[in-house]
T-cell receptor, first 117, second 114 residues
């Protein structure tokens, strides 16, 4: 079974600075998908960014980018120019899809991101 | 508006009293899942469904049942709730195809079992 590990329970950053959230995963698959979700205090689960393992290029969405290292099974999230609205719990997730078998996501335990004004 | 709707949003009930949390999506998605979220544990999958009449267990299925009689609905049933099922529950759906399609989540249901 796949596992996802987020080793930073909490991170704090000054507004406008850059912060990187770590995520590692374990899988024996060669083709898979990874996601970062944001959960603000409202509890909504909001997709931040996704990465397909067969793509070598790191995904980017505005101020959010990933550093995907397939060999190291690492998938970190970089947030540039941090804003107060970025304060939330961030979850790294691995897609369990297996071509007709399992589905859904395996989540890490989350990183609570605090933005200092 | 594309959405996943869960009801109720909050429920306080007692041990042993059967309850159902409904989930409905209006995006014609094939795949649906239920997760529970507990402090320090992240979200864990309870059950998933690949289409009508096709469901299977996730990581923490004990004490739960599901059904998928219609494509849009995927209710979560607690036949005899216990205090250890007190949690925040999320329903999610995604379109078919490969696993790169993101999950769309409902707003969550906070269950308290006394």
């Amino acid at each position: 079974a796949q596992t996802v590990t987020q080793s930073q329970p909490e991170m704090s950053v000054q507004e406008a600075e850059t912060v990187t959230l770590s995520c590692t995963y374990d899988t024996s698959e060669s083709d898979y998908y990874l996601f970062w979700y944001k959960q603000p205090p409202s509890r909504q689960m909001i997709l931040v960014i996704r990465q397909e393992a067969y793509k070598q290029q790191n995904a980017t969405e505005n101020r959010f980018s990933v550093n995907f290292q397939k060999a190291a099974k690492s998938f970190s999230l970089k947030i540039s120019d941090s804003q107060l609205g970025d304060a939330a719990m961030y979850f790294c997730a691995y897609s369990r899809y297996s071509g007709g078998g399992a589905d859904g996501l395996t989540f890490g335990k989350g990183t609570h991101l605090i933005i200092q004004p | 508006e594309a959405q996943v709707t869960q009801n109720p949003r909050y429920l306080i009930t007692v041990t042993g009293k059967k309850l159902t949390v409904t989930c409905s999506q209006n995006m014609n998605h094939e795949y649906m899942s239920w997760y529970r979220q507990d402090p320090g544990l992240g979200l864990r999958q309870i059950y998933y469904s690949m289409n009508v009449e096709a469901t299977d267990k996730g990581d923490v299925p004990e004490g739960y049942k599901v059904s998928r009689k219609e494509k849009r609905n995927f209710p979560l049933i607690l036949e005899s709730p216990s205090p250890n099922q007190t949690s925040l529950y999320f329903c999610a759906s995604r379109s078919g195809g490969r696993g790169n399609q993101p999950q769309h989540f409902g707003d969550g249901t906070r269950l308290s079992i006394l």
